[in-house]
């Protein structure tokens, strides 16, 4: 059975940092393509981030550029994305998915309906 499961959220103020975590099991983490998202109440979900399978290149929304950084433990079967300098406009949940497309642009994500294996998500709230 496929599963990912994110950790990390919490309660952050502006400025901060948080690293978020999505741990598979079931399938190894590296030969798919890793995707971030979220989603705030009100709001469509949307692609933030993204680890291509096909290269281990990363893309990022221009919403999150510059204070985002993804990475993976193989060794883990574990990928993480590092949010820095966080808004209040960051808040949401946040759900990691895999889909075995290669990702070439954060575009390529979509409204997710090319992953389909999904986490539980994790909220994160930034406020002060």
């Known amino acids: 059975q496929l599963q990912l499961v994110e950790s990390g959220g919490g309660l952050v103020q502006p400025g901060g940092s948080l690293r978020l975590s999505c741990a598979a099991s079931?399938?190894?983490?590296?030969?798919?393509?890793i995707g971030w998202f979220r989603q705030a109440p009100g709001k469509e979900r949307e692609g933030v981030s993204c680890?291509?399978?096909?290269?281990?290149?990363?893309y990022d929304a221009d919403s999150v550029k510059g204070r985002s950084t993804l990475s993976r433990d193989n060794a883990k079967n574990t990928v993480y994305h590092q949010m820095n300098s966080l808004k209040p406009e960051d808040a949401a949940v946040y759900y990691c998915a895999a889909t075995p497309f290669a990702l070439i642009s954060i575009a390529a994500m979509g409204s997710g309906h090319l992953f389909g294996s999904w986490g539980q998500g994790t909220q994160v709230t930034v406020s002060s």
């Open positions: 680890f291509s399978s096909s290269d281990g290149s990363t």
């Open positions: 079931g399938f190894t983490l590296a030969y798919y393509a």
